[in-house]
């Protein structure tokens, strides 16, 4: 994973004032530049700050007003352990409409997604797929809000199936 980004991708990570209360949490707005100085805006709990921290960003789309926009591919790094691949809309910066997604881990866990996102976050319908490092496999379609499952959705973990309504990430 080292070896994936230049140290020329070095990015500077500025915490805004920024806050959305989402559910029974509380997200943090973190403004990051890429490789080619377009903002791009992530939302990280805040309770764990360092959970999503980009520290390393490639899009491959335009810049308007400083920020990433219209259609591309953002390539971010989490430390060196989550290298995520969006493709689709920005809108100032944020990730906006239908983006698909996939990502890995260094131990091996991988995913992909494809989610209706406005705001920044996946707010609409949309299906992920998580296979950990061991094999295991778990899987949701159905709706999302604020980033987390919310509405109606088919939860499939190994063993068990769960259909019906979410809440906050929960059945």
Same mark, same amino acid.
């Given at each position: 994973?080292?070896?994936?980004i230049s140290p020329l991708m070095l990015l500077a990570v500025v915490l805004s004032a920024v806050t959305i209360t989402a559910s029974a949490r509380t997200l943090i707005q973190v403004e990051t530049k890429t490789d080619r100085?377009?903002?791009? &805006?992530?939302?990280?709990?805040a309770e764990k700050p360092q959970s999503r921290?980009?520290?390393h960003a490639t899009w491959t789309g335009k810049c308007a007003g400083g920020y990433a926009h219209g259609d591309g591919t953002l390539i971010t790094?989490? !430390?060196?352990?989550?290298?995520? &691949?969006s493709k689709g809309e920005m809108v100032k910066g944020? +990730?906006? @409409?239908?983006v698909i997604q996939e990502f890995i881990k260094a131990d091996g866990t991988r @995913?992909?997604?494809?989610?209706? =996102?406005?705001? @920044? +976050?996946p707010n609409g319908?949309?299906? &992920?797929?998580?296979?950990?490092? !061991? !094999?295991?496999?778990?899987? =949701?379609?159905?709706?999302?809000q604020a980033g987390q499952m919310s509405g109606n959705g088919v939860l499939t973990r190994p063993n068990e199936i769960i259909t019906?309504?979410? +809440?906050?990430?929960?059945?």
């Open positions: 994973m080292k070896s994936f100085k377009c903002k791009i &805006i992530e939302f990280v709990d921290k980009t520290q790094v989490n !430390g060196e352990d989550t290298k995520e &691949i944020m +990730l906006h @409409g239908v @995913g992909t997604g494809r989610q209706t =996102y406005s705001n @920044g +976050l319908n949309g299906e &992920i797929e998580i296979i950990q490092k !061991g !094999g295991e496999k778990f899987s =949701y379609s159905g709706n999302f019906g309504k979410f +809440l906050e990430g929960k059945p």
